[in-house]
């Protein structure tokens, strides 16, 4: 079903790699009921919700798209919606701002049903393709170092090198040098097994616990938050959320194109430029934002985190349908997930060593073309210094077009790049972001 001998892999790998994601991925299920909690939204609720969102993009990636490709409410929307759309002074409850993420989850369902999002992916140029996963791996190694404080905030530079002697620094160095010589002994599975080690020197030195137990129960206090699409498109209208809804639909979309087209690049899955069922794939991100805005979580996107298990060597649906499993359990081991996505220097070696290895894409970059790199390296560079992978894209779809113009190769860049550059430019200069 999975196609392994094609793909080059086999089960054992295949699950190794989906433990592996699911282990990098899993603290979604904490971070995003801390957030939404901000804005009201019960923990309980949106624990739940972000589950179900999960599961059912993850596993729709899974059996129809065949990727290794994970789902998940995105990180950079659930603030957004926290503190932008429910939290900017315009007096909207989180009931009306989840109808605007239902709206945007259906008009998603619609575009990736037309060739639209599938001609996006082949429209995107190759160099500025190099550059989103190069910026990815960049982005995905400073969020590592960013969480266990091996790198911190400064007043004057904005970042600094933090205290190495603190307990999740030197646990993070440790546990990358156990991952980096696993994977250089070319141990199959390095990654996940780094990521056990360091769990287990974590508990042994008392900075990982299970004082809150393993199990719980799953609930959802209050149902469906969206129970009628009709109430909820005269939500929109009423409040007049359309540029909260653009914005939801323009950020998700390059979010999840963005990091499809880097996961693929680096999983070798792209063929000769173009992303195969691109369409199944892309109607996994729409259908879960739309059925998780119905139980209260924020937008999904693809995660960058699908890295670390195609690091591990998963190539198939199999690593995602194991992640969605996973995550299926975790719904009843709140208390055990809380605990060891709590501690991010478990996590964050593999962050960083999948970094490095996407960070290859930049080799393949036509430097020597200034009209080529230049975007290329502006959406490289934005990424991490802005923390929001469609801003990156942002910039290299603007910058892109632009330089082409000068040089009177307008003829060389696909009319989509022209209309997202337009629609870009207007979302940065005049709607929040």
């Known amino acids: 079903m999975f196609k392994l001998k094609e793909n080059q892999t086999n089960a054992r790998t295949e699950v190794m790699a989906g433990i592996t994601t699911f282990f990098t991925m899993v603290y979604i299920v904490v971070v995003n009921p801390v957030i939404l909690a901000d804005a009201g939204v019960p923990f309980e609720q949106v624990f ?30 659930n603030a957004f919606f926290a503190y932008s759309v429910v939290g900017g002074g315009q007096n909207i409850s989180y009931h009306t701002a989840f109808a605007a993420v239902f709206v945007a989850g259906l ?27 190069a910026g990815i791996g ?14 911190v905030a400064d007043p004057v530079n904005l970042v600094k090198l933090g205290d190495l002697h603190a307990p999740s620094a030197i646990l993070t160095i440790v546990g990358l040098a156990i991952t980096l010589i696993l994977m250089l002994l070319r141990v199959n599975g390095a990654i996940f097994f780094g990521m056990i080690i360091t769990g287990l020197i974590a508990f042994f030195t008392g900075q990982l616990s299970f004082d809150k137990g393993f199990l719980s129960l799953p609930s959802l206090p209050e149902g469906l938050i969206i129970a009628n699409p009709i109430t909820a498109l005269g939500d929109v209208v009423q409040y007049s959320l359309y540029a909260v809804v653009f914005s939801f639909i323009l950020v998700t979309i390059f979010d999840t194109t963005g990091t499809m ?15 195969p069922r691109a369409r199944h794939a892309l109607l996994s991100d729409s259908i879960a934002t739309a059925i998780g805005a119905m139980f209260g979580t924020s937008p ?17 649906g199999l690593t995602t349908l194991t992640v969605a499993g996973l995550f299926i359990l975790s719904a009843f081991f709140g208390p055990l997930v809380s605990a060891v996505s709590g501690i991010s220097a478990i996590t964050a070696p593999a ?26 390296f502006l959406t490289i560079l934005a990424m991490p210094l802005t923390s929001s992978i469609s801003t990156g894209i942002a910039l290299g779809f603007i910058s892109y077009p632009l330089l082409k113009l000068v040089r009177r190769k307008w003829s060389e860049v696909h009319p989509l790049v022209y209309v997202f550059a337009v629609l870009f430019f207007i979302q940065l200069a005049f709607l929040q972001h």
Do not use: C
């Open 48 to 77: 739940t919700a972000t589950i179900l969102a999960t599961v059912i993009g993850t596993l729709w990636m899974a059996l129809f798209a065949n990727y290794p490709i994970a789902i998940a409410p995105g990180m950079g929307l």
């Open 107 to 133: 008009i998603f369902v619609i575009l990736s049903l037309t060739p639209l999002r599938e001609k996006l992916i082949d429209a995107i140029p190759d160099n500025l393709k190099h550059g989103i996963t």
């Open 138 to 151: 960049l982005f995905v190694a400073f969020i590592g170092l960013r969480l266990t404080k091996v790198i």
């Open 261 to 275: 087209i880097g996961v693929a690049n680096q999983a070798n899955l792209m063929k000769n430029g173009k992303l």
């Open 300 to 316: 999904t996107t693809a995660y960058i985190e699908s890295t670390s298990g195609v690091a591990a060597g998963g190539r198939t």
């Open 351 to 376: 962050l960083i060593i999948v970094g490095s290895l996407m960070m290859g894409s930049i080799s393949n970059i036509r430097w020597h073309d200034l009209d080529e790199a230049f975007p290329a």
